[in-house]
């Protein structure tokens, strides 16, 4: 029997408002002797009523068809546009985005451009760092239309947070 990940999520009180593929266009899956998943899924989950949502963002639909990054250091990096339009659709800026799996720092790096704040946990120091180098750039080139978030500081280890909420 297939589960679906909302089954997981039903009992906390989360609710999926709406579900996109994201068909990257591409897949490696050499010697599975089955068909190669071209497409991973992106779940927008909301609780209660009081989720964000932008209309701007209504032509967009639900299939993204956005190439798979090539030429980040991290081998798994997502491309830039793929959190780009779920932070549009679903926050303001000055918003916070959380990204607990933060790799090389994609999410936070589109985050702050769009002139949101952002927290990141990553747990391999390679990463982590790969990710605030990132993330201090994007901070210098925010978009000239939005308000500049706070600087980049890094927590108190042992917990690798990046925190630019400036507290
Ligand atoms: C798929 S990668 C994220 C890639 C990221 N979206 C990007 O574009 O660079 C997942 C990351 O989560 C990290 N990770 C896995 N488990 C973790 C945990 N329990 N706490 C913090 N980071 C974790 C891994 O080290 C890895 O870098």
């Given at each position: 029997?297939a ?13 999926l408002?709406?579900e996109i ?7 490696m899956m ?5 068909f ?5 899924r992106?779940?927008w989950?909301v609780?209660g009523?009081?989720?964000?949502w932008?209309?701007d963002?209504v032509?967009l639909?639900t299939v993204w068809?956005i190439?798979?990054?090539q ?11 793929l959190p780009?339009?779920?932070?549009f659709a679903t926050t ?6 959380l990204d607990p799996y933060?790799g090389?720092?994609t999410t936070g790096a ?6 949101r ?6 747990r391999?120091?390679r ?7 990132r ?11 939005i ?5 980049a500081?890094?927590?108190e280890?042992?917990?690798?947070i990046?925190?630019?909420?400036g507290?």
């Amino acid at each position: 029997m297939a589960l679906h990940p909302i089954d997981w999520f039903k009992p906390t009180g989360w609710q999926l408002r709406t579900e996109i593929v994201w068909d990257r266009g591409g897949g490696m899956m050499f010697n599975a002797r089955m068909f190669c998943r071209f497409d991973e899924r992106i779940q927008w989950l909301v609780r209660g009523d009081k989720w964000k949502w932008n209309q701007d963002s209504v032509g967009l639909g639900t299939v993204w068809r956005i190439a798979k990054e090539q030429n980040k250091e991290h081998p798994v990096a997502f491309p830039e546009e793929l959190p780009h339009r779920c932070i549009f659709a679903t926050t303001d800026p000055g918003d916070l985005v959380l990204d607990p799996y933060m790799g090389g720092g994609t999410t936070g790096a589109a985050a702050v451009k769009s002139g949101r704040r952002f927290v990141g946990i990553e747990r391999d120091p390679r990463w982590f760092d790969c990710a605030l180098r990132r993330i201090s750039e994007a901070l210098k080139q925010p978009d000239m239309f939005i308000e500049k978030p706070a600087r980049a500081v890094r927590a108190e280890r042992p917990a690798d947070i990046f925190d630019t909420t400036g507290r």
